[in-house]
DNA sequence: TATGAATGAGTGTTCATTCAT
DNA sequence: TATGAATGAACACTCATTCAT
């Protein structure tokens, strides 16, 4: 494997401006996605995306300056999706609302391409990566704003819980993808049960 | 030269019959993690391996057939110690100590050498690994025969909720040593929450 | 990096669609040849083959999915080449006069490069070369034909006589080429007494 | 495959004076005769030719300077065999009946051990073990011998009529031990078919 | 003398990336 | 701008040979 000596660039080599560049970059991200998926991080070549795609390598390399930047692409664009669901739950009238809410939309994100979204978890764990692919609007983000509700059991190092309960849920969902379970409601009753179990216990605890 | 095409084997090549062998040997898989918790997935050849380990490639693939073959001797190093550990807590009274034991051995297990920890994880899930790097003594037998004793709650999936505590447990120690966590005893409190509040919500649920 | 392990890919890995490309392919053959000529056997590798076509070993790849299909891409060329010579032979009107043009062919075709002839013949007996390596239209489909014709001697069991014949002529022939010889009517005439000679005698007996 | 850059040497390292010595330089020898037969070319090296043995790799290197010498003292083994087996042919009466002796000397040989006849006819044909592996006494002389009788045809080019009757029996003999050929007596009459047809038509040509 | 651990140059192959067309 | 041929550093793995014990 390849990693050039100068940190490849890792951000989209030019905002597609004209309509027929960007419908050519969905369809790299979605070849990415596609590749993954297939052939797992082994498979999961530049060549192999452009192929997929229906592009020439050279115009891969047009829209995104290296492998990696084309990864965090595609973080991003599940990141993207995930929020647009997920941020709905905010409107929820009470925080453990929002908060079951979430829970079902990570749920429903892992489970709609459980090995997709495993492996970029796997590949969010690089540092190179990590640093790029989270924006602004992320799951930490959604999660502190839900913690911070009133109806929320306060918390006295909310930071650590926050991670605590990503952690908990990214765990759970990614094995239960793994092991390739299909039911959003029951996965989603578990996690929930491991959320709020967590919640109450350390709330009273620490 | 690539000759054979059999699916490249997975056990060690030979015992080492005399002590000198014995010695290269620890160290290559030593040096396999330390090469794993310096450079990555990304840096983990067997060339640096063998750099590392001070011994010449020749050497390390008298021991061991392949790469694969290497990590799984890792991961089995791993596990011994681990399970040394863990097994301990099969001789507390009750359930719940048995279950808090296995917690603390896990959360120390993994924040000894976190990124280790997590990068074979990783590499874990790769299913050709799995299959061979898991011997009967593993994490889930031992959750198992806890989950059975007679003061922990009953569940109607056992094998299921086997699966979560062990994703909850394995989602927490990584998440909490990838951020650098050093603190065994907050840790494993915070993972004692989340694992007994799952079971107790659980069990009533299910 | 060793990834897949199927059994080596054998046939030419993508036709080259442009010119350029096309040229490569056949200096990389070309080169082959060249190769097995100057180093034999055993020094005939990839990126020898690569380094004398003045190519990188990464174009050779792109053509040849592996050393053994570069191989057979030369085998193939080498008895194209064989084949228009000797397949006009059957224009002959005797099938006598055919099974001299015949030989007479063979003899050249050993005499133009007799080193990468005699090599070849070698790799041929690969089995896994073997089965690529001969398409419909070949030695033995031809001497068969001939050996049909009405004024040829019946044999008892024709594969077989075919099979002597070919070992007559690639014996004698693979031996004068290695001791050098150049005269192609000589050795015409001498493979022909041995050819003749085996049939007149072998139809009688057998 | 490593050729030491230095010519390896090609000569016994020592003559086996103890009897100890003189057998475990025999199973050395029978062990490569072994590996060849079941492994090929390819399988064929020094590491498995010393466990076949039972021998240590140092212990074949005490006995054999290189991988050449060994594979030498095979082919003069082979050789051994069959001039004690063919020169029996000389005390015959006529030329025609040695020569026919010969033959059948020379099928018998090659059907004992078809595979192991064929690579070392192949690996013979490496100049630096061809010029090792003759000695005084081969195929060469005694049919020199033979063809000189009084009653074989007179030949105008003796050296060439040797070396073509050798090449016809080779090829044929070889392409039939790779059929699987298992008759002597009817590979030995179509040899000898071979053989004396030449020889009629030659005399009278040449 | 026998052992077998150790060596390392060499070989097949991949893939991120560039650039002439 | 799009193409895809070309590049070559990097990597997995082999095997003839040496040498300390």
Not at 58 to 75: E, N, R, V
Not at 85 to 106: F, N, V, W
Not at 128 to 139: C, K, M, N, V, Y
Not at 153 to 166: S, T
């Amino acid at each position: 494997m390849r990693r050039s000596s100068r940190p490849s660039p890792l951000k989209p080599r030019k905002a597609p401006s004209q309509p027929r560049a960007a419908e050519t970059v969905a369809s790299i991200i979605e070849a990415a996605a596609q590749v993954l998926e297939s052939a797992g991080l082994e498979g999961f070549n530049t060549n192999a995306v452009a192929r997929r795609a229906g592009v020439s390598i050279g115009s891969l390399y047009q829209y995104f300056p290296g492998k990696d930047a084309l990864t965090i692409a595609l973080m991003r664009r599940e990141a993207r999706l995930f929020y647009e669901d997920a941020s709905k739950g905010l409107d929820q009238p009470t925080g453990e609302a929002a908060m079951d809410y979430l829970i079902r939309a990570a749920v429903r994100q892992q489970l709609r391409r459980p090995a997709l979204a495993r492996l970029l978890d796997v590949e969010e764990s690089r540092p190179a990566l990590r640093r790029e692919a989270s924006g602004p609007d992320t799951f930490q983000t959604l999660l502190a704003t839900i913690m911070g509700r009133d109806d929320m059991p306060r918390q006295k190092r909310p930071n650590l819980v926050v991670g605590d309960v990503i952690a908990i849920i990214r765990g759970m969902v990614d094995a239960a993808g793994e092991r390739g379970e299909k039911d959003v409601k029951d996965l989603g009753r578990r996690v929930r049960a491991a959320v709020f179990g967590y919640l109450s216990v350390s709330a009273g605890c620490d």
